[in-house]
């Protein structure tokens, strides 16, 4: 793991013999195991972390700290915010065809620093969030970013979170990088995809539970021949044709520029992630074959499988706490929480 030394963020660092607010806690009543949930980065696939999240709520199991890349950010400073899982689906129901999902684009002209800005998308998290800080936050929070100026990881845990997770999801290639005090940041997913060390090294943590929705290279050998590999040109999938008429004016088809781009990162971020997972004390890995990167329209497959995935992991994380499994619903409504009004943004 590659991480910059940012300062440790007061209080959030506490043991049993710490203060709290209301006077500080029995001090002969045992106290609940500190749980950290690393989030990763995937694009459309973290739709997933919201029904893992979804699970983890139902179950009452309690998150002291969040560390997310990339979508994994983007989700877990919803969650920090106090967003619960049916305003976290909410939002995700709000791109419900690929034309939502255009309007939320602003390409970059002429496209030198990358094809989008991803402000129109960081204004749609910022209606939800507003200007909050990370100080302001329900549940401490650190987002990771490449700083393409030093060459490594920046942990962002301080001062406006919209700006931070911008930073941390722009996709190099895709979108230009993010300005912030005269640095340049691009996606965090370059050096920290599941960032599950760092949460052990900011945080007195007992236990961390790590959700990885990226393709291990398990998944990629026995995923369908051209899900990874090149497409079949035997028995092709509809539209195929089509596809291969605009291949030459699309940078992100099979071969072409931003696809090798984005394959030659994954060789290298699939490598930290397993390093990673070693380090967690449980692996949710919510993954089907189908799933994309861009793929947000289909969000209700994404949070079912983050669902299945934390459900099945579910004993393992209730083994941390020393409590037993309960009998969880395939599918519940959730109790509101106090998150601000969500709603889509793209002007």
């Known amino acids: ?73 983007y989700v877990g400073a919803l969650y920090a915010a106090g967003c619960g899982p049916s305003d976290l689906e909410s939002l995700a129901r709000e791109i419900r065809d690929r034309r939502t999902l255009l309007r ?36 401490p929070l650190l987002v990771v970013a ?19 997770v911008h930073a941390s999801a722009a996709i190099p290639g895709l979108c230009a990088p993010v300005h912030i005090d005269g640095r340049r940041f691009t996606d965090g997913g370059a050096v920290e995809p599941l960032p599950v060390g760092l949460l052990r090294e900011r945080f007195a943590l007992d236990h961390v539970i790590a959700v990885n929705v990226m393709p291990t290279t398990e998944d990629i050998r026995s995923c369908p021949k051209g899900m990874f590999s090149p497409p ?13 008429l605009l291949r030459p004016f699309n940078l992100l088809a099979f071969g072409n520029v931003l696809d090798t781009f984005r394959r030659a990162l994954m060789c290298a971020q699939l490598g930290l992630v397993e390093k990673e997972c070693r380090s967690a004390d449980v692996v949710v890995h919510p993954f089907f074959c189908e799933s994309t990167w861009f793929d947000f329209e289909n969000f209700d497959r994404y949070i079912r499988a983050g669902r299945a995935a934390a459900v099945t992991a579910l004993p393992r994380i209730l083994a941390l706490l020393g409590r037993p499994t309960p009998n969880l619903e395939t599918r519940h409504e959730n109790p509101a929480s106090p998150c601000p009004e969500v709603g889509l943004h793209t002007a």
């Open 232 to 244: 079949d040109t035997k028995s092709p999938r509809p539209g195929y044709w089509l596809r291969r």
């Open 104 to 139: 939320l684009l602003d390409p970059v002209f002429p496209p030198t620093t990358g094809l989008i800005r991803g402000m129109k998308i960081r204004r749609h998290l910022e209606r939800t969030l507003g200007s909050r800080s990370f100080e302001e936050l329900a549940k």
């Open 1 to 73: 793991m590659i991480t910059n030394l940012n300062p440790i963020r007061p209080g959030w660092m506490r043991n049993a013999e710490d203060p709290v607010c209301g006077g500080g806690a029995p001090p002969l009543e045992k106290q609940a195991p500190r749980i950290g949930l690393a989030l990763s980065g995937g694009g459309a696939r973290g739709l997933a972390h919201v029904g893992v999240i979804e699970v983890l709520e139902e179950a009452g199991i309690p998150i002291a700290a969040i560390a997310g890349t990339s979508m994994g950010a």
């Open 146 to 164: 490449a700083d393409l100026d030093s060459m490594a990881a920046h942990v962002f845990d301080s001062g406006p979170v919209g700006p931070a």
